[in-house]
Nanobody, 118 residues
């Protein structure tokens, strides 16, 4: 059984920072891509950032220059450093991993709320 557990969400003022973490655990042989997605009320889920096992990254245009994704392969953990947060960043953030367990499959965390407001 594979689990992704997120932490680090919360309430922050515009211009502030938050750091999200997501740790994968269970019967994992290899993690290929990890990433973060978000879903705001009334909107579809959207990609925020992804990172491959080799460290190649991809960002949504809306977060480029403000967010940084990184990972610790030894800990099966991915991070999202979010700076200069804006009210439009408010959403539930979901961790995603494409990994090899019994088979190659996609796994999702339970989500963590990020609210940017005064």
């Amino acid at each position: 059984q594979v689990q992704l557990v997120e932490s680090g969400g919360g309430l922050v003022q515009p211009g502030g920072s938050l750091r999200l973490s997501c740790a994968a655990s269970g019967s994992i042989f290899s993690i290929y891509e990890m990433g973060w997605y978000r879903k705001a009320p009334g909107k579809q889920r959207e990609l925020v950032a992804t990172i491959t096992s080799g460290g190649s990254t991809n960002y949504a245009d809306s977060v480029k220059g403000r967010f940084t994704i990184s990972r610790d392969n030894a800990k099966n953990t991915v991070y999202l450093q979010m700076n200069s947060l804006k009210p439009e960043d408010t959403a539930v953030y979901y961790c995603h991993a494409n990994l090899l367990s019994v088979t190659v499959n996609n796994y999702w965390g339970q989500g963590t709320q990020v609210t940017v407001s005064t």
